[in-house]
């Protein structure tokens, strides 16, 4: 039986683009962010972008990727965050929670952790 890795992705709007290691490219990285990676989807949408400047697909999947990898960036920092906060290290704990909010204002976990800081002074 066939892995999800080897079923074919759906066909984009926008078309496939005309240079083909952009559109091999292109398909690894959707591949990627099927998979929940962003941060290892973006280098191959940049090299896709470089190959196949301003195609509308690319450029999606790249915007989308970009806002995953902060996304997922922001929830690590946060989790980083509580571990300092565990620990007592408030100042540390801190930096990560203004480092999570500047990725993503909107972490949830972030900002309970910032109230929570704000409390202990």
């Not at 970009?66 to 704990?93: C, D, I």
């Amino acid at each position: 039986m066939a892995g999800p890795a080897s079923a074919p992705l759906p066909p984009l709007p926008e078309g496939t683009p005309a240079d083909p290691e952009a559109a091999r490219l292109l398909d690894a990285a959707r591949r990627l962010l099927q998979e929940r990676s962003p941060q290892r989807a973006l280098p191959l949408l940049e090299q896709a972008a470089g190959l196949a400047p301003g195609h509308a697909a690319i450029e999606r999947f790249l915007e989308l990727a970009r806002a995953e990898g902060r996304k997922a960036e922001a929830e690590s920092l946060a989790g980083t965050a509580l571990n300092h906060f565990l620990q007592n290290n408030y100042a540390k704990a801190r930096k990560a929670v203004d480092k999570a909010l500047a990725l993503e204002p909107q972490n949830k976990k972030a900002k309970e952790l910032l109230k929570i800081l704000g409390t202990l002074g």
